[in-house]
Nanobody, 127 residues
C-alpha cells in the first residue's frame, strides 16, 4: 500500500513561487501515473497537473504555463513547481497515485482513476 506525504506549501504574495514535493513509499512508483489536485474552501477538488510513466505531462487550463509537474523515480518523489502564483491558487494541494498501472487516458489531469491521497499541504497566496 502506498503512502504519500506532501510538503512545501506556505504563504506567498501574488507573483511568487513555491515548489511542492510528494514523497511516496511503497513499490513501483515509476509504474503509475501521478497527479496533483487542489481544493479551496467551499469548492470541489480539482485536478491541477499530472504526469504519466513516460513523463508526458497534463495541466489544467488555469495553471498551464505557470505550473510544472515533474517526477524523480529514483527518489520516489513527485514535484509541482508553481510560478506567478495568484490569489485564486489558494487551496489545499494533494498528490495522488493512479489506481492503474502504466500510461493511458487515465493519466489525464483530474482523472477519476487517481486515489491513494496524501494529507495535503496548504498554499496561500495573498494579493
Amino acid at each position: 500500500q502506498v503512502q504519500l506525504v506532501e510538503s512545501g506549501g506556505g504563504s506567498v504574495q501574488a507573483g511568487g513561487s513555491l515548489r511542492l514535493s510528494c514523497a511516496a513509499s511503497g513499490a513501483a512508483f515509476d509504474s503509475r501515473c501521478m497527479g496533483w489536485f487542489r481544493q479551496a474552501p467551499g469548492k470541489e477538488r480539482e485536478g491541477v497537473a499530472s504526469i504519466d510513466t513516460r513523463l508526458t505531462t497534463y495541466y489544467a487550463a488555469s495553471v498551464k504555463g505557470r505550473f510544472t509537474v515533474s517526477r524523480d523515480n529514483a527518489k520516489n518523489t513527485l514535484f509541482l513547481h508553481m510560478n506567478s502564483l495568484k490569489p485564486e491558487d489558494t487551496a489545499m494541494y494533494y498528490c495522488a497515485r493512479s489506481y492503474r498501472i502504466g500510461s493511458g487516458s487515465w493519466c489525464d489531469v483530474g482523472s477519476p482513476d487517481f486515489g491513494s491521497w496524501g494529507q495535503g499541504t496548504q498554499v496561500t497566496v495573498s494579493s
